[in-house]
């Protein structure tokens, strides 16, 4: 049984920072991404890692977040710099098989105010 467990989500002033946390198991992943949902928003992509090495980012992310991955244990990690108030949705972890089965995590908020 896949399972994606997220944390590291909460409150943060603005230039804040904060972790976030994906761990995969029940497979062999060779992608792993977060997206993010803001109300009244479309889910979007944030930043995406494929197991050949490499990550991707979206511009508005670009210097400050920072996607790394941890193989053997299934786990990908956002660390988030900078933070802005317009950082402020959802985060979710997705996680696609080799099969190109795709999976979501439940999601963790994450709020930017002062």
């Known amino acids: 049984q896949v399972q994606l467990v997220e944390s590291g989500g909460g409150l943060v002033q603005p230039g804040g920072s904060l972790r976030l946390s994906c761990a995969a198991s029940?497979?062999?992943?060779?992608?792993m991404a977060w997206y993010r949902q803001a109300p009244g928003k479309q889910r979007e992509l944030v930043a995406s890692?494929?197991?050949?090495?490499?990550?991707n980012y979206a511009d508005s992310v670009q210097g400050r977040f920072t996607l790394s991955r941890d193989n053997a244990k299934n786990t990908i990690y956002l660390q988030m710099n900078n933070l802005k108030p317009e950082d402020t949705a959802v985060y979710y972890c997705?996680?696609?098989?080799?099969?190109?089965?795709?999976?979501w995590g439940q999601g963790t908020q994450v709020t930017v105010s002062s």
């Open positions: 890692s494929s197991s050949g090495g490499g990550s």
């Open positions: 029940g497979n062999i992943f060779s992608f």
């Open positions: 997705y996680a696609r098989t080799l099969r190109l089965t795709g999976y």
